[in-house]
């Protein structure tokens, strides 16, 4: 008579390989590509704008408007795919002006990015902050004003996005920011701005 009760081996690394293997692929290769494209051009062009162009205004128009494009791509597309946040303005019937910041609830099989993208997404929108400020810094100690305007542009588009998704990701998963998110300082500026 045969054992029914024969010992079966289970291969758990291989569905650990599996698993490890699908979040390392890359869903939305397009989106990660656009993602890091227009602000790693905008900050080689910002290197090479000197060497390439005498012209200041063109290297000015050409590196905001790469600037313009990541930040219009960051904030519409790539946030939305690769790590499923987005955040926008809206104003309402009285004229106030409400921010809004979403994170899409996180499920099997959802559309959302994986987690090399996710990867891909915070790397590319906190190192290129830091660099720019890292050319804040080198254009004011080398006294290159028109150069520091540029920065300062670039910085404040890098740091809403920024900003933007930190704010997202902190609302989690009940549409609600945490209780400790506003600060006193910002509801009186925000209600003095009202005033």
């Known amino acids: 008579m045969a054992d029914d009760t024969e010992d079966v081996e289970l291969d758990f690394a291989a569905d650990e390989q599996e698993r490890a293997r699908r979040d390392a692929v890359i869903r939305h290769p397009m989106a990660s590509f656009f993602h890091l494209f227009f602000r790693v051009v905008a900050i080689v062009a910002y290197l090479l ?13 050409l590196i905001i408007t790469l600037l313009s494009f ?24 009285d004229g106030r002006s409400l921010w809004v910041f979403e994170a899409k609830k996180t499920s099997r099989g959802n559309n959302t990015g994986t987690e090399a993208e996710a990867r891909i997404f915070w ?26 305007s540029l920065v300062v542009a670039s910085i404040s588009l890098q740091v809403a996005n920024l900003y933007g ?9 009940d549409g609600q920011p945490p209780p400790d998110s506003r600060s006193f300082t910002g ?9």
């Open 70 to 93: 990541d930040f219009w791509s960051v904030k519409n597309v790539t946030g939305r795919l690769l790590v499923g946040l987005r955040w926008w303005n809206q104003i309402d019937e």
């Open 49 to 61: 704008c000197d060497w390439i162009s005498k012209n200041f205004a063109s290297c000015f128009v």
């Open 165 to 173: 998704y930190l704010r997202c990701k902190a609302v989690g998963q």
């Open 123 to 148: 790397l590319g929108l906190i190192i290129c902050p830091l660099i720019w400020t890292f050319f804040f810094f080198t254009s004011l100690f080398s006294l290159k004003i028109k150069w520091l």
């Open 187 to 195: 509801q009186h500026l925000l209600q003095r701005v009202s005033e």
